[in-house]
């Protein structure tokens, strides 16, 4: 009897990944960061958020007043919009999927391609494109200086009314920067609470760092090394290749997007091409398009029925579910 429970422990010990083989990523590279990052020139305040959440939900931010930033990255859809191709894509060349804004606190390179360096240079892409909010800075400024509710919600954020350009990204940029994911059962399990996820999730998550080699991109508490890779898609957009034709590696190479608070059901990746987790894994197990551009780290594996699902179980555990953010009321 004794010895049974000496072997039991062993077992679930070797199962639940305690012995950690030491060419993994230490548990501790999973830890939540304690603060949100915010640049020197932008320091993250309460009143600047705030701001920046009324003009995020304000749809007199798009030309024809139809659209706002909301429409398109909207709470209730894990701050994307459940399509495969936004809104209004129909017919532009290469159209991508919506991404979440969530952690975007983080990124260091927007945009599925990274085009973007920083949430204050990417704010005035979606104003100003023509398939999107369709509209123009300066005339956007001048709508904004006639509704008197803003000239309160500038005064509090930056000391006076003036509506400018960088005031305006500056907002939006620090209110994106509060959308934080939630603590998830994973994270509970990264602090040491040894029941906060399944036994199978366990063993998926050895699967993610072993076998299946998620990890290998997908690393970090947001689950993304932040970098580029070609994971061999039929798609033909050239994705980051388009910005450096002559580096081979960045043919078709997309930004690794996180996989905390994914939607359930998709779509997923830059195209919205695949609507269920079980499709992504098939897609790694069988390695995608053979080309001179596809990452080495895309290497071909098998995984059983019951192997699949628990991958699927632990990449569940990655979700802290929705934020609890209600819309503002628009100043008049
Ligand atoms: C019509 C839908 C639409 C609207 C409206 C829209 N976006 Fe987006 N957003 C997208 C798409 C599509 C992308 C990805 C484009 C790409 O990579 O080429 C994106 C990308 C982003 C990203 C980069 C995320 C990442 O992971 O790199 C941020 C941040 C963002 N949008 C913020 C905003 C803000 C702020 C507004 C309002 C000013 C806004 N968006 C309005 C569709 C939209
Ligand atoms: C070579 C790096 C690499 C490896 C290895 C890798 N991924 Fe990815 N993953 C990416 C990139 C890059 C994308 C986006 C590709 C695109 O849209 O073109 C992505 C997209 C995804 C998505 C879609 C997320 C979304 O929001 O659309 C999921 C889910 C995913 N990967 C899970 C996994 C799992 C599970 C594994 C292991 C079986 C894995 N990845 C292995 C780089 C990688």
Known sequence: MRFCSVFLVFGLAAAMGVSHAADLPPRESYQRPADIPSPPDNPLTIEKAALGKTLFFD??????????????????????????????ADGVEHARRTPTVLNSAWLNALMWDGRAASLEAQAVLPITTAHEMNFEMPLLLDRLKDIAGYRTLFTQAFGDAGMTHKRVTQALASFQRTLVSKPAPFDRWVAGEENAISEHAKRGFALFEGKARCVACHSSWRFTDDSFHDIGLPSLDPGRGAKVPQVVIMQHAFKTPSLRDLPGNGPFMHDGSMNSLEEVVKHYEQGGIQRASRSAEMKQFELSEAERGYLIDFIRTLDGGPLDVTPPQLPE
């Open 59 to 88: 749809p007199r931010l798009s030309r024809d007043g139809s659209m706002s930033c909301a429409t398109c990255h909207n709470p209730g859809m894990r701050w994307s919009d459940g399509r495969i191709l936004p809104l209004r």
